[in-house]
Structure formats: structure tokens, C-alpha cells
């Protein structure tokens, strides 16, 4: 998911996050310390990695009650976007906006990937599906990239990582039973896992390419990027005819702005800060709270219920996720680290 405060060199991230329905990443790895003092500031940027990138489904949810999908994405990372570039002007001067041709293909391109095709498609699918229904598929983000990284990257996977993909995709099968018994729109679920998968290459992409030295600036050209081929999207969908900003209801505005703000700015800053200030094991816990989260707020605010299929793929999800997870973070020393956020995506 970027900051309107620069973080100081002591804590500036070499990374920043990924997801669907967060903000974009960048993929410049530093060093980071093998252990961290567990303090108060680092319980309270956990708290809102926790509950601001869950609630961002039910946010979604109700912006795309009166708005356009595509146009709502578009507004989101557009907005989010210039509001960083505007501070990396201010702040550094040109020099923090400058990169190479190739960087800057590299960010629009893992931009597109992850703000268009995987944000992108997390709005358009929750027309008809859940909000706590689409966290709970989005979190089989960190499933996919075990898979990429063991045909793509030739990393061999362990059997705990293994068994991890398989429940997990067991979990997705039972999620999708509403949709084949005709319950839930078939289509909403296929185009939220399809969100998944281009989440997961684009945050494997990520590595690979030649990204900006900037964070920020990588963070900026991310979502300008996937903000425009938003808008793009939504033109050559149609969502302009008949489209009355007049008649989106307050509540839907609401709902955009804390996505702007706290969702792709807020968030992304309490992340980053937590790669540079807390032990992996422990942030990476976001990637199986975060859906939680949403299916709570989404009974809580919406009313949506709590399904037999929903619970129990639900928890099998999560439970292959804490698998791999479990895996993937240990220390450098038991197995080659790839950056946290390379490897549990966020939407």
C-alpha cells in the first residue's frame, strides 16, 4: 500500500508493502535488524496495519454503492499519487522524482499489475461479493507467490510451504461454493482471484526488475501509473455514461477519502516504519489478520452475514497463510530472505 511525512533516514523502509487494496511497493531491500525492542510505538503501527488495511474492503464496499468501480480506483490512486509526488517536491526538491527510463517503466509496468489489475479488480468484484467474503480470497496472495517463486525463481519449497498452498487452495474451493451453488455472483469471486494472481506476479516482478532507489518516488510512479490505466479501464468500460458525481452519496466520498488518506498514506507509512522496527515473524502477521478484520467489520457495518462456507474456508485460508508464513519469515540464517513484502501481498 505511501506517506505524507518522510520517515528519517533511521527508519526509512527498502521496501514498501504490497496488496490489492493498499497501497503500491517498492522493492530496494536494506538491511534490517535481527531484532527490535518491542515498544509501544511498534504495538500501535501494528494496530493500524491491523485495522486500517482490513477495514480498506469495507471502505471499498460502500464507495462502489454510488460510484463507478474503475473510476473510484482511479480516483483513489491518482489523488494518493500527486498528494506524494507534491510532498517528494517539496521536501527533496526535482532530484527525489528523478529515475532512469527503465525504472520508471519498471514501477509503471508493477503498477499496473498491482493497483489496476489487482486493486482494480478487487473494486470491480465487490459489486457483487462480500466485502469479508473478498478479504478472505485476497489473503491467499502469499499462497501464489510460493508458487511464482518455485517455477520462477527457483527456490525449492519447503513441505510446509506446500502444504500451506494446498490448504489454501482448498480454503479458496469452499469460498467459492456460494458462487457455483448461485448464492454469490460466480463472476465476482472469479475476478477477485484473478485479482490475487496479478497481485502476486506483479509483487514478484517487483524483485526483478530495475525499480527507483526512492521509495517514495517508486511509490508515486506506482500509482500514477495504475491510477491512469484505472481510468483508462473505466472509460473503455462506459462508466462515464450516466455517471453523476452529484449523486454519489456523502457516505461513498467519505469512504474515498479514508482510502486516500489512511489507506494508501497512513497505513503505508505505519508498515514501513514496522519493517525498519519490529522482528519479520511479527509483521508479517498482517497478512492473516487482515482478513478478520474485514469479515467483522463487514457483519458489524453492512450486515453481511456469516456463512457455514465463509467461516470454514475462511479459517482454512488463514491457516495455510500462517503455514507459509511461518516459513517464509525465518531468520536469514535458516533460509535466504526475500523482502516481507515480496511475498504476502496486500490488496
Wanted: proline fraction near 8%; charged fraction near 10%; charge should be positive.
Amino acid at each position: 500500500m505511501t506517506s505524507p511525512a518522510s520517515p528519517s533516514p533511521a527508519t526509512t523502509p527498502g521496501s514498501t508493502p504490497v496488496g490489492p487494496a493498499g497501497a503500491a511497493p517498492g522493492p530496494t531491500p536494506n538491511p534490517r535488524p535481527a531484532t527490535a525492542r518491542l515498544s509501544g510505538a511498534v504495538w500501535a503501527a501494528l494496530a493500524v496495519v491491523y485495522v486500517v488495511w482490513g477495514s480498506t474492503y469495507l471502505a471499498i464496499r460502500i464507495v462502489v454503492e454510488t460510484m463507478p468501480s474503475f473510476f473510484s480506483a482511479a480516483a483513489r490512486f491518482l489523488t494518493a499519487g500527486l498528494l506524494l509526488v507534491g510532498y517528494l517536491l517539496i521536501r527533496q526538491g526535482p532530484a527525489g522524482l528523478r529515475v532512469s527510463g527503465r525504472q520508471l517503466a519498471s514501477a509503471g509496468l508493477v503498477g499496473l499489475l498491482l493497483l489496476t489489475g489487482g486493486n482494480g479488480l478487487v473494486v470491480l468484484g465487490e459489486t457483487s461479493v462480500p466485502s469479508g467474503l473478498a478479504a478472505l480470497l485476497v489473503a491467499a496472495v502469499p499462497l501464489w507467490m510460493v508458487v511464482l517463486t518455485a517455477f520462477g525463481g527457483g527456490e525449492r519449497p519447503k513441505r510446509a510451504e506446500l502444504t500451506g498452498v494446498l490448504l489454501g487452495l482448498v480454503g479458496l474451493g469452499v469460498l467459492s461454493a456460494p458462487a457455483i451453488g448461485g448464492s454469490i455472483a460466480p463472476l465476482g469471486v472469479a475476478l477477485i482471484i484473478g485479482a490475487t494472481l496479478s497481485w502476486a506476479l506483479g509483487s514478484f516482478a517487483s524483485k526483478k526488475i530495475p525499480m527507483p532507489g526512492n521509495v517514495l518516488a517508486a511509490s508515486a510512479y506506482q500509482m500514477l501509473a495504475g491510477g491512469l490505466c484505472d481510468l483508462l479501464v473505466g472509460l473503455a468500460r462506459g462508466e462515464q455514461h450516466g455517471f453523476d458525481p452529484a449523486a454519489v452519496s456523502g457516505r461513498s466520498w467519505l469512504a474515498l477519502a479514508y482510502l486516500v488518506l489512511f489507506g494508501s498514506l497512513l497505513a503505508f507509512t505505519a508498515y514501513a516504519w514496522l519493517l525498519r522496527s519490529a522482528p519479520l515473524t511479527l509483521v508479517g502477521t498482517y497478512a492473516y489478520v487482515n482478513p478478520v478484520v474485514a469479515v467483522l467489520l463487514g457483519w458489524l457495518v453492512l450486515a453481511e452475514p456469516l456463512t457455514g462456507p465463509t467461516l470454514a474456508g475462511g479459517a482454512i485460508v488463514v491457516v495455510g497463510v500462517c503455514l507459509v508464513v511461518s516459513v517464509s519469515r525465518r531468520p536469514a540464517g535458516q533460509r535466504p530472505e526475500r523482502p516481507v513484502e515480496e511475498r504476502s501481498g496486500r490488496c
